[in-house]
């Protein structure tokens, strides 16, 4: 599966009204914890048909992070059936990423 490029136009179709877990990265370009959590996201959107995965730029998206309260980046959330079941903020292991799925 490929990474979605999440924007508030296209969040609710793509997060919330999703048949499937949500896994939502928002980072920013700049940010180097961010680029070390990236490719582990691609990794698991590559692994895992079963979830949607999707990425939301910070610097792009400003309503989205303040929505969610995201004050430090990379950020993870993670959807379910519409509502927020989980969420870590800063760089974690591809291991620690799976277990917020679970």
Do not use: Y
């Not at 969610?68 to 959807?79: A, N």
Request: proline share 8%.
């Amino acid at each position: 599966m490929s990474v979605h490029t999440i924007t508030k136009e296209n969040f609710d179709a793509l997060v919330l009204q999703s048949g499937k877990p949500v896994l939502v990265d928002f980072w920013a370009p700049w940010c180097g914890p961010c680029r070390m959590v990236s490719p582990i996201v691609d990794e698991i959107a590559g692994e895992r048909p079963d979830i949607t995965v999707g990425k939301v730029n910070v610097d792009e998206q400003p309503e989205l992070a303040m929505q969610f309260g995201v004050m430090s980046i990379p950020t993870l959330l993670v959807f379910k059936d519409g509502q927020l079941s989980q969420k870590a903020v800063g760089a974690r292991p591809k291991e620690d990423l799976l277990k917020l799925l679970e």
